[in-house]
């Protein structure tokens, strides 16, 4: 069946770098897209989102880019930070009239100080 | 924080028993969506409700049931439970319904596990 992935399950990087989270989807039909940020023993907290019309949407320090053509989404986050340490999910909802998102298995983003 | 809230926060059960998992949504927000999120995995979508009444399902068995009630709290139950079932249950509110639907807001999630 169609899903969606992530390529990288484990993410480290240094305080202050620029992070970029990789997520692939496989159903064309999808026409919405987010983003979410869990936290240890937390429920998933909305990060960004983006509409299958766009390629690109900025919010604060992050930036979500939508490739349709390979059927890829990106996360950036900028100068990241060890509070942005979490695991990172990407969910696609299929459109026509519902909005029943699918989410991927997550990446670990580990932030070292 | 997101205004969700669910109890309990963790729960032991053993298998075969039934269980009622509950949640208290965002004031005005009538789409509730229920999900299981197994250790190291993505949440997966159980069913959604609106205003009451069921609004989409997952893939997930009959003994998976739940109720929206209007003062924006909802349940899930969950019958003959197996040891599958061991998992962190979230619940998300949203405003509108459908396509329309607002941004999610979870809660913390109550953790299960079946012995």
């Known amino acids: 069946g169609e899903s969606v992935g992530l390529h990288l399950p484990t993410l480290s990087v240094q305080e202050g770098d620029n992070s970029i989270i990789n997520c692939a989807y496989s159903?064309?039909?999808?026409?919405?897209f987010i983003w979410y940020k869990q936290e240890s023993g937390k429920g998933p907290q909305f990060i960004i989102d983006?509409?299958?019309?766009?390629d690109k949407r900025q919010g604060q320090r992050v930036t979500v880019l939508l490739n349709k053509t390979v059927k890829h989404l990106s996360l950036q986050i900028a100068a990241t930070q060890p509070g942005d340490s979490a695991v990172y999910f990407c969910?696609?909802?299929?459109?026509?009239?519902?909005?029943?998102?699918?989410f991927g298995r997550g990446t670990s983003l580990i932030v070292h100080p | 924080e997101t205004g969700v809230t669910q109890s309990p926060t963790h729960l032991i059960k053993t298998r075969g028993q039934q269980v009622t998992l509950r949640c208290s949504s965002q004031?005005?927000?009538?789409?509730v969506s229920w999900y299981q999120q197994a250790l190291g995995q993505g949440p997966q979508f159980i069913f959604q409700?609106?205003?009451?009444?069921?609004?989409g399902r997952g893939n997930f068995p009959p003994r998976f049931s739940g109720l929206q009630f209007p003062n924006y709290s909802s349940e899930l139950n969950v019958n003959a439970l197996e040891l599958d079932d061991s998992a962190l249950y979230l619940c998300?509110?949203?405003?509108?319904?459908?396509?329309?639907?607002?941004?999610?807001?979870f809660g913390p999630g109550t953790r299960l596990t079946v012995l």
């Open positions: 998300a509110s949203s405003s509108g319904q459908g396509a329309s639907a607002d941004t999610q807001y």
């Open positions: 159903n064309s039909a999808s026409d919405y």
């Open positions: 983006i509409r299958s019309n766009m």
């Open positions: 969910a696609e909802n299929m459109g026509g009239g519902s909005y029943i998102p699918t």
């Open positions: 004031s005005g927000h009538n789409t």
């Open positions: 409700y609106y205003r009451e009444e069921e609004n």
